[in-house]
């Protein structure tokens, strides 16, 4: 087995003959596309840069998927978002927007007919598939295929598909239910079903129409189906979560995108076995980060382009002399790109984000109409997906946009080891590196945004004018800022807390995550598998609970990832507390840290409390206007009593001199924010922590976790923490071990809804027992109402495009370099 990447010394000379090749002098054509691009760059809340080269057409929400016709005329794109779903049809010639229609439910399978009059389509949760006619680039919907009855009856969800049209037979994979079911296209009925060993993601038809590949998403495979015997044939071990595939015309070779393990598997499909691994991310021995999951072919056969959805580029592979593959460069693209064709010499990418993030000061805000509430700047709706049309790139062109993809990447190799930093600070810049800092404390909280919470204080950069919970509903979080670091420039790395809780515990979410919650949040069924419940949904190399354990770091967890006082992950069997419940809002944070309190002294009279500990306080998602239940400001009061007591007694405690907390909320979905919609509260307290300081540093959820990490002398579990900028100039040399005392609540905690209105019938309705299993634009409204009030006027709404300028040094403190 062969693997194809740009070794070190090959990334630095390759770098050289880019900049050399790019020389007005040689060619001014080159160098003045790469330069316009360089001059139009965006960088992403998450430290990561966009360049997109091309014409860019809008596509709708989330894009995963694309069908081209037989004769490349049309393009169909299958847009699988939280907000509207549609298939978007495009008319390749003019390059426009021929038509574009609204799907009540879909996911990523769609396929022309034969004389591309015909177009199927997964319609989700709904489990079955739509059949669509494409008149003249119009579609129209004309029947479908059931496969079972809709969720939650049952749980099937169709995902890849592909069609036999000269036997009119429909073969279509599943994710939820594992199974192959075979249709006929014509009578419109399901001939018959069998089990497959693991979740499918997509299936291609050989070429002689006798086998059926089968990626098994989450099982590490790609199945070999017999069509004539009817039954499974082989398999072929490949990387973790094999998702697109594309089989060469003579079907001899399959390639295999690996989304969670920056690979693509080439198979020899006589052999039926890996005759090379191709490693797509920008520097060898990755880790978790690039998340390949597209693929096509050149119309020759001879390139191969990988869209590397993380990495927000495509990898170009030479692949003409199978088995011997090598890298001819990157191209960027949009943010996530999701698929890619060549099609006459023209590169189409979808980008499942687009191309900018966006502030969302016109979200949930009080005097919305249905319609208006529509169009709500919710997060996880916010970045519509769009289609990067561009020209193919000669080996010149092509080495400047490879140029750009690592301008644009602030991941490198050297900051898996050595981080940026200061000599001395207690936050170490080499992993291994002693800290005085021993035991560390992970709160995690949920759903709110920097101007909920903070834009009430002028000493950062806040909008008082969508601040919700301000100091007399927080005092604790507004005295812990205050007293410690305000951090007014941190941006979570999720959009709502199903990717939420993986970026905060893994430093990355898979595919699978990114993929499937939009249809959840969305309202079209499926289950919350987020927290450690299935496995397919789960990092290769695990949490980092997996690991400080394989570091031999002691660990132990407060309600994150467990569910009724059981663990949701093995790695946390015999490492949590039975008593501390998880997410329950109907069960008081304050009771919460009184049970820390109890097992937490209990472990300090044994001399056993571990060096990581995550904590869940999550009341402050709160239950909207639900009769009965904590008002929002009882419930975000109860969070910040809870919180303040936590920081009180740890530090009276015999550890306090060697303890840092730090505070996250998983996402920031519940809410508005001025300068970006995931920007968020964040608190980091603890005696090695300046006192009375604002730092104005760009951070975000991983940049937490990294400073986690050094520490613990832990490598980093991902590409995204790797390249973060650790907090160092938030802590001091200098410990100061004044204690803290929390902050008496101003609102009453057993404050509870009475007003009978819609807003409290509505919440009545919502299910609330996991996070997020609701509307949030409608929710976030409810919450507004419940504390602006009925007639508070709305904001208008505004965008923005994401800007950041570094900060400067402080005086004697050096930068990350490569010496």
């Known amino acids: 087995m062969k693997r194809c990447f740009l070794p070190k010394i090959s990334i630095i000379l390759f770098l050289l003959a ?93 396929a022309f007919s034969g004389d591309e009059k015909g177009l199927f389509a997964s319609g989700g949760n709904d489990n079955l598939v739509r059949i669509y006619q494409n008149k003249d680039g119009k579609l129209s919907e004309t029947g479908q295929i059931v496969l079972g009855e809709p969720w939650p009856k049952q749980s099937i969800s169709p995902a890849g598909l592909c069609l036999d049209d000269e036997a009119q037979r429909l073969y279509v994979v599943t994710k939820d239910d594992s199974a192959l079911y075979t249709c006929d296209a014509v009578t419109r009925q399901v001939l018959r079903r069998e089990h497959l060993p693991a979740e499918a993601y997509t299936c291609v038809l050989s070429p002689d129409k006798s086998l059926l590949y089968i990626s098994l998403w989450g099982g590490e495979k790609v199945l070999l189906y017999d069509l004539k015997k009817r039954t499974t044939s082989g398999s072929v071990a490949v990387g973790s979560h094999p998702n697109d595939m594309v089989l060469t015309r003579d079907g001899r070779y399959l390639f295999v995108a690996n989304g969670n393990e920056n690979t693509v598997s080439v198979i020899e499909v006589a052999a039926r076995r890996v005759v090379e691994t191709l490693t797509t991310s920008l520097f060898p021995d990755a880790p978790a980060g690039s998340t390949p999951n597209g693929l096509a072919l050149s119309e020759d056969e001879k390139t191969l382009y990988i869209a590397n959805a993380d990495n927000n580029c495509l990898s170009v592979f030479d692949v003409s002399e199978r088995g011997e593959s090598r890298s001819l460069g990157l191209i960027p693209t949009g943010w996530y790109p999701t698929t890619v064709r060549e099609v006459d010499g023209k590169i189409y990418v979808a980008n499942g984000k687009g191309l900018t993030s966006l502030a969302n000061p016109g979200g949930p805000q009080p005097t919305m109409t249905a319609a208006e ?10 970045f519509q997906g769009n289609l990067s049309i561009i020209s193919k790139p000669d080996d ?57 919470i903070f834009g009430d204080m002028s000493e950062g950069n806040g909008d008082a004018s969508l601040c919700l919970f301000p100091e007399n509903n927080t005092p ?76 031999g770091v002691s660990y132990r967890t407060y309600g994150e990832f467990t569910s009724q006082g059981k663990p949701n992950l093995k790695v946390l069997e015999g490492h949590y507390d039975p ?11 304050v009771d919460r840290e009184a049970a820390w309190e109890k097992d937490f002294d209990a472990l300090v009279a044994a001399n056993a409390v571990p060096h990581f500990n995550t904590v869940r306080i999550s009341n402050d998602h709160t239950s909207g206007m639900r009769i009965g239940a904590p008002t929002p400001q009882a419930a975000v009061a109860d969070n910040d009593l809870a919180l303040g007591r936590f920081v009180e007694h740890l530090s009276k405690s015999p550890i306090w001199k060697e303890s840092v907390v730090f505070v996250v909320e998983d996402d920031a979905q519940n809410g508005p924010d001025h300068v970006d919609a995931h920007r968020s509260v964040a608190l980091v307290i603890g005696p090695y922590v300046k006192r009375n300081y604002v730092d104005h540093t760009m951070y975000s959820t991983t940049s937490l976790l990294r400073t986690m990490e050094l520490i613990l002398a832990l490598p980093p579990m991902s590409q995204y923490d790797a390249a973060a900028t650790p907090l160092w100039r938030s802590f001091t040399a200098q410990p100061d071990a004044r204690l803290y005392t929390a902050r008496a609540n101003n609102v009453p905690l057993d404050q509870r809804n009475v007003a009978v209105n819609k807003h409290s019938i509505r919440s009545g309705e919502l299910n609330l027992t996991v996070p997020d299993a609701i509307n949030d634009v409608e ?22 495009t994401f800007v950041w300028a570094k900060p400067e040094d402080e005086e004697g403190e050096g930068d990350f370099d490569d010496d």
């Open 779 to 800: 929710f976030s409204e409810i919450v507004w109402k419940a504390v602006k009030g009925i007639d508070s006027p709305m904001p208008a709404p505004r965008r923005s």
């Open 396 to 452: 010149n062109l092509l080495a400047g946009y490879t140029q750009l993809v690592y301008e644009n990447t602030p991941y490198t190799k050297e900051r898996e080891s050595t981080s940026e930093g200061q000599k001395g600070n207690p936050i170490p810049r080499t992993v291994g590196d002693p800290s005085p800092i021993k035991y560390v404390f992970y709160i995690i909280k949920e759903n709110r945004t920097y101007d909920q």
């Open 476 to 551: 604790n979080h507004h005295a812990l800022a205050r007293e410690f670091v305000l951090l007014d420039n941190f941006y979570v790395n999720a959009e709502v807390s199903a990717d939420g809780h993986n970026w905060s515990m893994a430093g990355y979410a898979t595919d699978f995550v990114e993929k499937t919650w939009p249809t959840s949040y969305g309202g079209r069924g499926g289950t919350y598998d987020y927290e450690g419940t299935r496995q397919v949904a789960h990092p290769k190399e695990g949490f980092i609970w997996d690991y400080c354990q394989r570091a």
């Open 373 to 382: 509430r529509a169009k709500a700047e919710y997060i996880g709706s916010l």
């Open 579 to 589: 008593n501390y419940h998880g997410y329950d809002l109907s069960y008081k944070d």
């Open 18 to 110: 880019c900049l050399s090749s790019c020389k007005p002098g040689q060619s001014g054509t080159q160098s003045d596309v790469i330069n316009s691009l360089r001059a139009t760059r965006v960088m992403l809340p998450n430290g990561w840069s966009l360049t997109t080269p091309g014409k860019s057409l809008s596509l709708g929400d989330l894009p995963l998927n694309v069908a081209v016709s037989s004769s490349g005329k049309w393009m169909a794109f299958t847009n699988n978002g939280q907000g509207t779903q549609s298939i978007t049809l495009i008319n390749r010639a003019d390059e426009t927007v021929s038509d574009e229609i609204t799907i009540p439910k879909s996911w990523v399978g769609l």
